[in-house]
């Protein structure tokens, strides 16, 4: 079983139309949660990190948030530029030092089409 | 700062070749990271680096092997080459101290086992 698992696997968006990204987890203890976002052929670059639930990041038209078991990358009027795969990832609470371990699923690869 | 460098950017093998993968960091992080990424699979994690001669098996580290002799290096050495071993590889860098998870990727090197 997937400890870190993404939906949908693709989503189309005309812009404007907003929409929401699901990342659900089953790690026992939670250090963190982190976005990212991938381009076509590129690295994945740091979006977003949550603690605990009920905490809110927001970047630009992107906002994220956390539960015990999931967390959403909510994306408002979204534009063609925000088209590109989101990764999810975890980092499980390995004790005072923390795990040095990332955890990623699989992504979402969305598309706002003009 | 020009972050996580890696080098090749591309490389073709043929089965049973051996490569070194290069990956170079100047931000003075200690710990290091080698993924692997499939198709629709996300990042798997194959070895791992704390710091200086300390490294440490990830998810899926058959077939690859590594050496951390200096704080800014984290070559990933292919041995025999595989089809299997066909992917991208991303490196990435971070450091300690509960913020493990924002990972500092560079740009991927895409190898082809033939």
């Known amino acids: 079983e997937d400890q870190v698992t993404q939906s949908p696997e693709a989503l189309r968006l005309q812009e404007g139309e907003s929409s929401s990204l699901n990342c659900s987890y089953t790690?026992?203890?939670?250090?963190?949660l982190f976005w990212y976002r991938q381009d076509p052929g590129k690295g994945p670059e740091f979006l977003f990190t949550l603690y605990s639930a009920g905490e809110e990041k927001e970047k630009e038209r992107l906002k994220a948030t956390l539960t015990k078991k999931e967390s959403f990358l909510h994306i408002t009027a979204p534009k063609p530029e925000d088209s590109a795969t989101y990764l999810c990832?975890?980092?499980?609470?390995?004790?005072?030092?923390?795990?040095?371990?990332?955890?990623f699923g699989k992504g979402t690869k969305l598309t706002v089409n003009p | 700062n020009a972050g996580v460098t890696q080098t090749p950017k591309f490389r073709i093998l043929k089965i049973g070749q051996s490569m070194t993968l290069q990956c170079t960091q100047d931000?003075?992080?200690?710990?290091m990271y080698w993924y692997r990424q499939d198709p629709g699979m996300g990042l798997k994690l194959i070895y791992y680096s704390v710091g200086a001669g300390i490294t440490d098996k990830g998810e899926v580290p058959n077939g690859y092997n590594v050496s951390r002799s200096t704080t800014e290096d984290f070559p990933l050495r292919l041995e025999l080459a595989a089809p299997s071993q066909t992917s991208v590889y991303f490196c990435?860098?971070?450091?300690?101290?509960?913020?493990?998870?924002?990972?500092?990727f560079g740009p991927g090197t895409r190898l082809t086992v033939l």
């Open positions: 790690v026992s203890g939670l250090r963190g």
């Open positions: 990435a860098s971070t450091n300690p101290g509960g913020r493990a998870g924002l990972q500092f």
């Open positions: 990832a975890v980092q499980e609470d390995g004790g005072e030092g923390g795990s040095e371990k990332l955890v």
């Open positions: 931000m003075n992080h200690n710990y």
